[in-house]
């Protein structure tokens, strides 16, 4: 007789995935808000000003992000790591200590940097300019945005916190919801009223600032009456200790320092940077899952590698690289085998993107195929180790970048952010198999590999079929798509979605029961 997932797995097993897919379903429902508003209001943006028009908006708010991160300077991912580890040992007085550090650290950081931003406006806008009307345009919209600064670090902060209760729904309400949509609307606005790209800047500080008074509502709701009462009890040197190479890695990550958007903006001009972010932006729903997942699985590994439950903490690992690979592998094919498809939502302006589009995706299979390794390294108190691997990113970016990009120009950039993404998170992989002793592949890793494969020789065998056009390029992926859950079917679920599913359902049946008894209720009482 077959055993039930729930005898088949330990109970901290089951404690474990159920963590990690009920934040991560509810990060993941944010992340696709937060993309889909983003890729909505970047069409809407290409159509109404163009890709140059585009290219400057994004290349302003790729410095202000990098800025702000360099403000943060860690302090989220500190906070959120010292807060799991005094409620883990029922320190009230921690709790409140790491909340306090974390605020006062990332807003002193944060406001120093937004005044360097209003001083020295003009020489960050001579080097990512080209030509003088641009420049001073450029320094208006950076002082413009200055205040963003301060206002996206006080949200993180307060985000992090929130997260280390273990609960993803504040973080995802006020960061992943509400001020991407604040943002649509002030921004709409703006291009409504003629503002154009000064316009939309200004929205983003508007919109953060919404935001981070949500969040500040929910953590305040969130802390026990202890917490709230205890007198605080400060660790600043070991959460600096920790903020600051965590914070330089996070700054310097490929991923998120933007560095391709800012040497296409020195070297080639807007339209090219405009082109550029177009690519990225249709890579977003590959990376949905992964970056839903990567915000509980941090308080997980802090929590389990501070246990010892080293074991425990590999098999969870394998489970959640599978799980992303499984949702963002069949996206990553789409891409490549039919990226002409894709860019047509951008309109025709957008024409010339489709190869950088192809090139990505091949970098982005290792990004999320190598599964949340970084977060795994950091939180289990090696974030040194993040660091050289983001400044040793950021190197090779930024030496092949402006080696190549100037005679090669979009192209070279494509492929020199594909090869350095590879090779980065391929190393971090290696690494925390030495640190912690633990990898992210198992045997049944190799099904959603598999099964992308299948469907991506379908959608091949498709284009045999004579006709061409938009709908016979849908149609084809459509039956890629058929072919990719037709073999996840018959290669079979591992225990772990087996243990999902049946959560699901639990829940889905306990629900229609209890609306049943509510309404037996009711006619009772009538």
Not at 48 to 62: A, D, I, S
Not at 355 to 360: Q, R
Request: charged residues 15%.
């Amino acid at each position: 007789m077959k055993r039930s997932p729930e005898e088949r797995m330990s109970k901290g097993a089951r404690s474990d995935v159920a963590t990690v897919a009920k934040g991560g379903a509810i990060q993941i429902l944010g992340q696709i808000t937060q993309r889909s508003v983003s890729f909505f209001f970047g069409a809407v943006f290409v159509r109404v000003l163009g890709p140059e028009g585009y290219g400057l908006y994004r290349k302003v708010n790729q410095i202000l992000m990098n800025l702000a991160q360099l403000g943060l300077a860690g302090f989220n991912y500190a906070t959120m790591r010292y807060i799991t580890i005094a409620r883990g040992e029922k320190d009230d007085s921690g709790v409140k200590g790491a909340i306090w550090v974390g605020i006062a650290g990332s807003l002193l950081g944060s406001l120093i940097v937004g005044a360097a931003i209003l001083l020295f406006a003009g020489p960050i806008a001579e080097w990512f300019s080209v030509g003088v009307d641009k420049r001073d345009e450029m320094i208006t919209l950076l002082r413009l945005g200055a205040a963003y600064v301060p206002l996206f670090a006080l949200l993180q902060v307060l985000r992090y916190c929130t997260q280390a209760y273990k609960t993803m729904v504040p973080s995802v309400i006020a960061g992943n919801i509400v001020q991407p949509i604040a943002r649509f609307v002030f921004g709409a606005v703006a291009l409504a009223a003629g503002l154009e790209v000064a316009g939309v800047v200004v929205s983003l500080s508007l919109s953060v600032a919404v935001a981070a008074l949500l969040a500040g509502y929910y953590l305040l709701k969130i802390m026990s009456p202890g917490e709230k009462a205890a007198r605080p009890r400060r660790r600043v040197k070991d959460m600096v200790a920790f903020a600051l190479p965590q914070g330089g890695s996070s700054l310097l990550g490929v991923q998120t320092l933007g560095l391709g958007i800012l040497i296409l903006g020195s070297n080639s001009g807007d339209r090219a940077v405009g082109l550029f972010a177009i690519a990225l932006s249709l890579q977003g729903p590959g990376t949905v899952f992964l970056g839903g997942i990567v915000n509980i699985w941090a308080p997980v590994v802090s929590d389990l590698h501070g246990r010892g439950e080293i074991e425990r903490l590999g098999t969870l690992y394998k489970t959640i690289n599978r799980w992303i690979a499984t949702f963002s592998y069949p996206v990553f094919i789409a891409l490549i085998l039919e990226p002409d498809l894709f860019v047509k939502f951008f309109g025709p302006k957008a024409t010339g993107a489709e190869t950088v589009v192809v090139i990505l995706a091949v970098g982005n299979l290792f990004y999320t195929g190598t599964g949340p390794t970084g977060y795994l390294i950091s939180m289990s108190g090696f974030p040194i180790v993040n660091l050289m691997n983001s400044v040793l990113g950021v190197a090779l970016y930024t030496g092949l970048g402006l080696w190549l990009v100037p005679d090669h120009g979009i192209i070279a950039m494509a492929w020199i952010d594909s090869g350095v993404t590879a090779v980065v998170n391929s190393l971090r992989v290696l690494q925390a198999k030495r640190l912690i002793g633990i990898h992210p592949f198992g045997r049944s890793f190799l099904k959603p590999v598999g099964a992308s494969l299948i469907g991506g020789a379908v959608v091949l065998l498709w284009r045999l079929v004579p006709g061409t056009g938009t709908l016979m390029d849908i149609a084809g992926l459509a039956l890629g798509a058929v072919a990719y859950l037709v073999t996840l079917k018959v290669l079979g679920l591992d225990q772990e979605e087996e243990y999902v599913f049946k959560m699901i359902k639990r829940k889905a049946f306990k629900g229609r029961r209890g609306k049943a008894a509510s309404s037996e209720k009711e006619e009772a009482d009538d």
